[in-house]
């Protein structure tokens, strides 16, 4: 069974412009988490999506956005990008909705410049 | 909001040594999980400790979750280089959202 596969995997932006970063969940998963991870902040909780619909948000801006697709994969964007948007964009996927037992993508490197 | 810290941030130990991790919460845990990631990748789920007391092994990997359910330990036993990486520990607050700890970062001298 493949895994959960993040695109792009590594992304340079300009301050100002946004970026949206696609997961595709393992087959049979509905649930798509994303998260944050930066040296300072750690690992940070942004959304999660389960059945197209948004179940949990953690606190980041509203520049922050996700969507899920019938088919359970997953986008999320970043408007009005900052110097501080740059990290590892990390999505897990489960099969029911708040499961600890998540399976991570790669990630997406974004540099804000 | 829940709050979970490691010690130590980071370990240097030679191939074949022993070590401990410490994930320290500021409430009282309900569940709580152990990852493994390798530098600029995804997480690797290790286990889920749920009760005060209880003691999980995954071949030479063995979490605790102490019986006042506010800590965890991570022991490894006889390190290897395959071990090298970042240990997370995470919880689920009533919020339903997912919290990690700070992180320790292994490396392992062969």
């Known amino acids: 069974k493949a895994g959960v596969t993040q695109t792009p995997r590594y992304l340079i932006k300009t301050r100002g412009q946004q970026v949206t970063l696609s997961c595709s969940p393992i087959?049979?998963?509905?649930?798509v988490s994303w998260y944050q991870q930066t040296p300072g902040q750690g690992l940070q909780f942004l959304f999660e999506?389960?059945?197209?619909?948004?179940?949990n948000k953690g606190n980041f801006p509203g520049r922050f956005s996700g969507r899920q697709f019938s088919n359970s994969r997953s986008e999320m964007n970043v408007s009005t990008l900052e110097l501080g948007d740059s990290a590892l964009y990390l999505c897990?996927?489960?099969?029911?909705?708040?499961?600890?037992?998540?399976?991570f993508g790669p990630g997406t490197r974004l540099t804000v410049t | 909001s829940q709050e979970l810290e490691q010690s130590p941030q980071s370990l240097i130990v030679q191939e074949g040594k022993n070590l401990t991790i410490n994930c320290t919460s500021s409430?009282?845990?309900?569940?709580l999980y152990w990852y493994k990631q390798k530098y600029g990748e995804g997480l690797i789920f290790l286990m889920m400790?749920?009760?005060?007391?209880e003691e999980k092994s995954h071949e030479k990997i063995t979490a605790k979750l102490d019986e006042k359910k506010q800590q965890s330990s991570l022991h490894i036993t006889a390190s290897q280089p395959s071990h090298a990486g970042i240990y997370l520990c995470?919880?689920?607050?009533?919020?339903?959202?997912?919290?990690f700890g700070t992180g320790t970062s292994l490396t392992v001298i062969p």
């Open positions: 897990a996927s489960s099969l029911v909705v708040s499961s600890y037992e998540q399976y």
């Open positions: 087959s049979g998963h509905r649930s």
């Open positions: 999506y389960f059945s197209e619909t948004q179940r």
């Open positions: 409430k009282t845990l309900y569940g």
């Open positions: 400790l749920q009760k005060g007391g």
């Open positions: 995470g919880a689920d607050s009533t919020g339903n959202q997912f919290y």
